[in-house]
């Protein structure tokens, strides 16, 4: 072993974390040690796919509208009427507000939307209002952003001058006077008549661009392409209501036909598959094609890269999937041979009984199984297609709470399996991302906010010590010990914009304290002593749930780092 190999060994000679309040104590009473060795040599390494770790948005939970999405007025197009709805008056149409007092009261009669619990309006801030109105008569209307009691006043504009036969466009800006977290938007008047309000909108202006979706409870709920495109103010919206900014892959999950209590029959399937087709060609089609133009003239005559479709979502079982998954999988190949497609069903154990490119593989279990299935994809076929863990978490509420050090363990594990089998693995994500507090349907979620605050819980932060693996090198490793059941590690090279660095993460899911000894072979020569971390965790309360972002450290393992400055041209040619 060479020089730098010594330092290594020396330098990673640690106690690993565990999660037990006598961790000290076992460790004196029954001393348990670990020796990890990392294969460094790049004969026997191999790069990870560009795509392993991603990203899974799902509109649940309030995390697009109420969350990511910068609309602050709930419910702008008054379509919804359910316990979220807030405008008060129930037309499907549009909003009657009929004014009867002669001599109004001070500041005047009118309506309210309080936004998703609160608008977060803060002061210096300029906020675009924009809104359609009609009214018979003269208008004299004053928009204004208050605070939740009505009593601050943050920001006020009137409008007066409206065509009275026909509907008119609004569009205004309120700068904020000072600041409210639970703020709302007014619409008051003092004079008696009657005015018509539609698609009331309010966004800041330094607004960075601008249940079940896919399949709907009832076919009639299901997405529609179509109904997305155009003019925001002529479009209907989406019961139960990015990738291109975030410079993402984007994966297209369409209806097959299916919802959670109705199907289509595949023999009048071809009416869905040519819909699918038409969205296909909006996104990848020709400024010449029929639906490429649409996409032209929206101001996108790029094409967009759209390389993954997901045939369903978790449809497997029902009884016509696999007819129409047959009947989209056809069409989509012979139109675009290029299009990666992607199974409902799992592949992991057998074969399956169709053609696919990909398999979407789901979990979510208590934190003991999730670790076990580290070893999940060990003895998956490798010949075949490739698998998509697009959903996974520890969901079991004794384990997870509303975020918990014990799950992120366990998720932790999970995804040093999914790095050792990257080979078969393709892409993985945790689900869900976002919760809004003031109103969870599903529990846990990587990130918790509310109107104006956020933080992340301890498997949020496990993920941001995977992000480099995508992309990165793979090297061998292996642990050497009795209590090697309760241990998982992996060993990746990756790139930062400066260095390169060996990365050795390890993960202690058992109740003792470990020495550990980790030494490699193979290891280039270059080692950067002064850039070289160790970041250990360690917690006497793994099933606590982390609320407060001044305590919220960043979970995860052990994880060493060690700064190499020889690796450049190797890692490029991998």
């Known amino acids: 072993m060479g020089s730098k190999d010594a330092f290594f060994c020396t330098f990673c000679s640690l106690l690993l974390f565990c999660f037990s309040s006598k961790c000290l104590s076992s460790e004196l009473d029954l001393p348990q040690t670990a020796l990890v060795e990392v294969d460094a040599s790049w004969e026997v390494s191999r790069k990870i796919p560009d795509t392993l770790f991603g990203l899974f948005f799902e509109e649940i939970n309030h995390a697009g509208?109420?969350?990511?999405?910068?609309?602050?007025?709930?419910?702008?197009?008054?379509?919804?009427?359910?316990?979220?709805?807030?405008?008060?008056?129930?037309?499907?149409?549009?909003?009657?507000?009929?004014?009867?007092?002669?001599?109004?009261?001070?500041?005047g009669v009118g309506i309210y939307n309080p936004g998703f619990w609160g608008m977060n309006i803060e002061e210096g801030k300029t906020y675009n209002l924009v809104m359609y109105i009609r009214s018979l008569e003269s208008v004299e209307l004053t928009a204004s952003l208050t605070c939740s009691d009505g009593m601050q006043n943050l920001a006020s504009v009137s409008i007066q001058e409206i065509d009275p036969s026909n509907w008119t466009k609004i569009e205004m800006q309120l700068s904020a006077q000072g600041t409210c977290r639970t703020s709302r938007l007014e619409l008051t008047s003092m004079k008696r008549g009657v005015i018509w309000f539609d698609q009331v909108s309010l966004m800041p202006s330094?607004?960075?661009?601008?249940?079940?979706?896919?399949?709907?409870?009832?076919?009639?709920?299901?997405?529609?392409?179509?109904?997305?495109?155009?003019?925001?103010?002529?479009?209907?919206?989406?019961?139960?209501?990015?990738?291109?900014?975030?410079?993402?892959?984007?994966?297209?999950?369409?209806?097959?036909?299916?919802?959670?209590?109705?199907?289509?029959?595949?023999?009048?399937?071809?009416?869905?598959?040519?819909?699918?087709?038409?969205?296909?060609?909006?996104?990848?089609?020709?400024?010449?094609?029929?639906?490429?133009?649409?996409?032209?003239?929206?101001?996108?005559?790029?094409?967009?890269p759209l390389k993954y479709v997901a045939i369903g979502n978790e449809d497997c079982g029902k009884e016509f999937y696999r007819g129409n998954y047959l009947k989209f999988y056809d069409a989509i190949r012979k139109a675009y041979p290029d299009i990666q497609m992607i199974s409902n069903c799992d592949g992991s154990s057998r074969p399956l009984?169709?053609?696919?490119?990909?398999?979407?593989?789901?979990?979510?279990t208590s934190a003991a199984?999730?670790?076990?299935?580290?070893?999940k994809f060990d003895r998956t076929s490798r010949i075949g297609p490739k698998v998509f863990v697009s959903e996974y978490a520890v969901n079991e509420q004794r384990d997870a709470g509303k975020g918990s050090?014990?799950?992120?363990l366990a998720e932790a594990a999970f995804l040093t399996g999914l790095e050792k089998n990257s080979d078969v693995v393709q892409m993985a994500s945790y689900a869900p991302l976002f919760v809004n507090d003031n109103d969870s349907t599903w529990n846990p979620d990587a990130i918790v906010f509310n109107s104006w605050q956020q933080y992340g819980t301890p498997s949020y932060w496990v993920q941001t010590y995977f992000r480099e693996s995508s992309g990165s090198v793979i090297h061998p490793i292996t642990i050497s010990s009795r209590y090697s059941d309760s241990l998982a590690a992996s060993a990746i090279t990756w790139q930062d914009s400066e260095d390169i660095f060996l990365r050795v993460k390890i993960v202690n899911f058992g109740p003792n304290a470990v020495n550990l000894t980790i030494s490699s072979r193979g290891l280039q020569d270059g080692v950067n002593t002064a850039k070289s971390t160790v970041v250990p965790v360690e917690s006497e309360l793994p099933n606590a749930a982390e609320v407060m972002e001044a305590v919220l450290p960043p979970f995860s393992f052990t994880s060493f780092d060690l700064a190499l400055d020889q690796y450049s041209k190797l890692v490029a040619e991998m």
């Open 353 to 364: 009984d169709h053609p696919a490119d990909l398999y979407d593989f789901h979990v979510y």
């Open 65 to 107: 509208a109420g969350g990511i999405w910068a609309e602050l007025v709930s419910n702008r197009s008054n379509s919804q009427f359910d316990k979220h709805s807030s405008w008060k008056l129930k037309n499907s149409v549009a909003l009657r507000m009929e004014i009867l007092c002669e001599n109004c009261p001070a500041g």
């Open 206 to 304: 330094d607004t960075y661009k601008g249940g079940c979706f896919v399949e709907g409870d009832w076919l009639r709920n299901a997405f529609r392409w179509r109904e997305t495109i155009g003019p925001w103010e002529q479009r209907p919206g989406h019961f139960g209501d990015l990738a291109e900014d975030l410079g993402a892959a984007p994966i297209w999950v369409f209806n097959v036909g299916i919802s959670h209590h109705d199907e289509v029959d595949t023999i009048i399937i071809e009416p869905f598959v040519k819909d699918v087709l038409d969205s296909l060609e909006f996104a990848r089609g020709s400024a010449e094609s029929t639906w490429g133009s649409v996409r032209s003239a929206m101001g996108h005559p790029e094409r967009f």
């Open 369 to 375: 199984n999730l670790f076990i299935m580290k070893n």
């Open 405 to 408: 050090l014990l799950a992120s």
